[in-house]
Structures are given as structure tokens and as C-alpha cells.
């Protein structure tokens, strides 16, 4: 596609609920990465892959979290069993190696 | 691991000043520094990026320099203008990947 997409873009879900994101990278863009953002706050890095697979998986803040790839394209963010303290916005990005990022627009997740 | 520090975290400038912001990185190893603006509610966009083989980037009113020795980089804006304001994020890698990114500079240009 044009652009990296994310769905959903918001999510509102209770404490304890299992919640998927989706990305959806640009076409031909071999690498893909998850980053959490807190309101007002930086980039915290989650999880980098290339293709299917994932060399570093060190941002997972816990074993709650956990992303997939499937056909060297779409990655799905898996939180199990979600806390208040997930609440972020979760964006990916996606980049050809040796090239800068392009963003999605990011999904708002709440717990309540 | 990369450590990545951003100074200030806030700066206002007046219309037409010009506006610096600073980062200093830990792994010598890093080779990849690119700056992003992210608007409210918006993604973060690249809009300038240097290599550690380069000194000093230009594109028209932005300019990164780069200071391997000192492990310092800064992105410097001149002339600014009131939709220059948003947060910057500057960020180090090594060979593009797995950017680590500095804490933001929220950037205000007073009309």
C-alpha cells in the first residue's frame, strides 16, 4: 500500500481482556517494528523483525506481550491479560534496510 | 545498549529566530541519525537524516550536524515558522535498524 496502516486506530478495552493490533507495512518494506508511546511522553522500542522473523525482541515489556509476522508482511501485537499501565499509543513502522522509517498512525489503546 | 539523550524538552522561539536542538548517543557503533516531527495527534514523520560518514546535512531551512568524536548530533532550524512547532525526536541506530530515540523537544514558534 501507500502507506503503513493500523487498525483499529482506537481501542477501548476492560482490564484483563486479551488485545490484537494489526499492522499492515509498506509493500516490499522487509523490516517492521513495534514502539509504544505513553501520552507525552518518547518512542519506547518493542519489537524489531526481518521477514517472518524477529531478532530482538528485548522492548517486550513483559511475557503479556507478544507480535507475529506472517508472509513477510502483516504483524499482529498480542497484549494478554491487559493492565492499565498498557494504555499507549502502539505504533509501527516499517523501512527498506539502510533507509529511515515511515510511521502508521498508531493505535490508541486504553484500559479501563 | 544505545542511550539516547535530547535537550531541551522545551523550547520557544519567536517567529523567524532560529531553533537548535540537541542529542548525544552512547554507542560509538552508531552510524544512523535520523530527526522526526511529530505534530499532535499525528505520526511521527522523518524530515532529516545523517550518516556517520557526513559531517553536515542541509535541506533548505533544517540542518543536522554530527560530531562522532563527541557523540553529539543536533538539528538546527532556521527562519522558524509557526508550523514548525510540534515535538522532535531525534534517534540513533546502527545500519538503520532498531531505532533508539531521545525523550522528544517540544518545540513552540510564538507568531
Known amino acids: 500500500g501507500a502507506g503503513v496502516s493500523q487498525s483499529p486506530s482506537n481501542k477501548v478495552t476492560e482490564k484483563g481482556k486479551d488485545v490484537e493490533l494489526r499492522c499492515d507495512p509498506i509493500s516490499g518494506h522487509t523490516a517492521l517494528y513495534w514502539y509504544r508511546q505513553s501520552l507525552g511522553q518518547g518512542l519506547e522500542f518493542l519489537i524489531y523483525?526481518?521477514?517472518?522473523?524477529?531478532?530482538?525482541k528485548s522492548g517486550l515489556p513483559s511475557d503479556r506481550f507478544s507480535a507475529e509476522r506472517t508472509g513477510g508482511s502483516v504483524s499482529t501485537l498480542t497484549i494478554q491479560r491487559t493492565q492499565q499501565e498498557d494504555s499507549a499509543v502502539y505504533l509501527c513502522?516499517?523501512?527498506?534496510?539502510?533507509?529511515?522509517?515511515?510511521f502508521g498512525s498508531g493505535t490508541r489503546l486504553t484500559v479501563v | 545498549g544505545e542511550n539516547v539523550e535530547q535537550h531541551p524538552s522545551t523550547l520557544s522561539v519567536q517567529e523567524g529566530d532560529s531553533a537548535v536542538i540537541k542529542c548525544t548517543y552512547s554507542?560509538?557503533?552508531?552510524?544512523?541519525f535520523p530527526w522526526y516531527k511529530q505534530e499532535l495527534g499525528k505520526r511521527p514523520q522523518l524530515i532529516i537524516d545523517?550518516?556517520?560518514?557526513?559531517g553536515e546535512k542541509k535541506d533548505q531551512r533544517i540542518a543536522v550536524t554530527l560530531n562522532k568524536t563527541a557523540k553529539h548530533f543536533s538539528l538546527h532550524i532556521t527562519e522558524t515558522q509557526p508550523e514548525d512547532s510540534a515535538v522532535y525526536f531525534c534517534?540513533?541506530?546502527?545500519?538503520?535498524?532498531?531505532?533508539?530515540f531521545g525523550s522528544g523537544t517540544r518545540l513552540l514558534v510564538r507568531p
Open positions: 534517534a540513533a541506530s546502527i545500519s538503520s535498524y532498531k531505532l533508539i
Open positions: 523483525f526481518q521477514g517472518n522473523s524477529a531478532p530482538d
Open positions: 554507542d560509538s557503533a552508531s552510524n544512523y
Open positions: 545523517i550518516r556517520s560518514n557526513v
Open positions: 513502522a516499517s523501512s527498506i534496510q539502510g533507509r529511515g522509517y515511515t
